[in-house]
Nanobody, 124 residues
Framework: QVQLVESGGGSVQAGGSLRLSCAASGRTFLNYAMAWFRQAPGKERQFVASISGSGRTTLMEDSVKGRFTFSRDTAKNTVSLQMNNLKPDDTAVYYC?????????????????WGQGTQVTVSS
């Protein structure tokens, strides 16, 4: 059974940093694309970042470029999202997702497996 478990969420003040991690179990996601999405209250789930199976290609949502960094550790079957200079608009539940192929995608339907989410709250 495939399972994705996020960790690292919390509450910070604007300008602070958090590091989200996603651990995969049940299968290896080596060579498969991974992604982070987020959902704020009353809003649709939004793409944040994705990384290709090789790790050579990353896609970032415009508002997080220069602030967030997406990386993967294939040996540990984990991915991480380093979030710096956080803003109140970054407040949301963050979801880890895993694809069924190697290509990074910005779309929700590009991913077959999802974690339960971790809350990130940024206060002004």
């Amino acid at each position: 059974q495939v399972q994705l478990v996020e960790s690292g969420g919390g509450s910070v003040q604007a300008g602070g940093s958090l590091r989200l991690s996603c651990a995969a179990s049940g299968r290896t996601f080596l060579n498969y694309a991974m992604a982070w999405f987020r959902q704020a209250p009353g809003k649709e789930r939004q793409f944040v970042a994705s990384i290709s199976g090789s790790g050579r290609t990353t896609l970032m949502e415009d508002s997080v470029k220069g602030r967030f960094t997406f990386s993967r550790d294939t040996a540990k079957n984990t991915v991480s999202l380093q979030m710096n200079n956080l803003k109140p608009d970054d407040t949301a539940v963050y979801y880890c997702a895993a694809g069924q192929g190697p290509y990074a995608s910005r779309t929700y339907d590009g991913y077959a497996y999802w974690g339960q989410g971790t809350q990130v709250t940024v206060s002004s």
